[in-house]
């Protein structure tokens, strides 16, 4: 039968499969952190600027969720841009 290692036979695989799972622990801790960060930024921050908390988290979560769908936009957007410019690549 065939197993999930079987792909890490090439070394690009191997490389890719890491990352993945390196990227995945990142990932878990980066977004568990990111709440407690965001609630305390949002607090100083409404202390600071004497803005309802409910505001400031709004404006958090909205600045957030912009930056984070535009860059998500420009990644999807760059294979399309790049292959039509190269539509060969030389390792591809």
Not at 6 to 22: H, K, T, V, W, Y
Request: aromatic share 14%; hydrophobic share 50%; glycine share 14%.
């Amino acid at each position: 039968g065939t197993t999930i290692f079987a792909s890490l036979d090439e070394p690009r695989n191997a490389i890719a499969i890491g990352g993945s799972i390196m990227g995945g622990i990142g990932a878990g801790i980066l977004w568990t952190s990111q709440g407690v960060y965001f609630a305390q930024s949002a607090d100083l921050y409404a202390h600071a600027t004497g803005m309802p908390m409910q505001e400031v988290t709004s404006l958090f979560a909205g600045t957030f969720g912009f930056v984070f769908l535009a860059c998500e936009m420009v990644m999807r957007l760059l294979p399309t841009l790049l292959l039509s410019v190269y539509p060969a690549f030389p390792w591809g």
